[in-house]
Structure formats: structure tokens, C-alpha cells
């Protein structure tokens, strides 16, 4: 079998990773408290999700 004569370039590589990028995540507003949630993740601050209690938060004292 025929074996490549030497390995690709850096710069070969580097063009094909061009669009490997990392993004910011979509952030929504709660209807609940009005806190920045990831979208389709339960809000850290209130413990809704879609309306429902999805995790029993205390309450800050």
C-alpha cells in the first residue's frame, strides 16, 4: 500500500479548523424573576422551568 511522503502542514490543518469556534450561549429572560437563563435549562435563581417549580429554592435570608 502506498504510505503519504510526509505529513500535512500546519497550515493545512489550521485552514480546516478555521470555523471551530466557540459561541456564546442564547440567553433568555424568566417570566418568573427576570433572571438570564440558558435556554431549555431550569433558572438558577427561581428554580422554573416552562412554569413549573422544576427545583425547590430557599429563600434568601
Known amino acids: ?3 503519504p511522503k510526509r505529513r ?3 497550515s ?3 485552514k480546516r479548523r478555521t470555523h471551530y469556534k466557540a459561541e456564546a450561549p442564547t440567553l433568555a429572560v424568566c417570566p418568573n424573576c ?4 440558558i435556554y431549555h435549562r431550569v433558572c438558577g ?3 422554573y422551568y ?4 422544576a427545583v425547590e429554592k ?3 435570608v
Not at 427576570?34 to 437563563?37: E, Q, S, T, V
Open 45 to 47: 435563581e427561581c428554580g
Open 1 to 3: 500500500m502506498a504510505h
Open 8 to 10: 500535512q502542514g500546519k
Open 50 to 53: 416552562r412554569g413549573m417549580v
Open 34 to 37: 427576570g433572571a438570564l437563563y
Open 58 to 60: 430557599e429563600a434568601a
Open 12 to 14: 493545512r490543518g489550521a
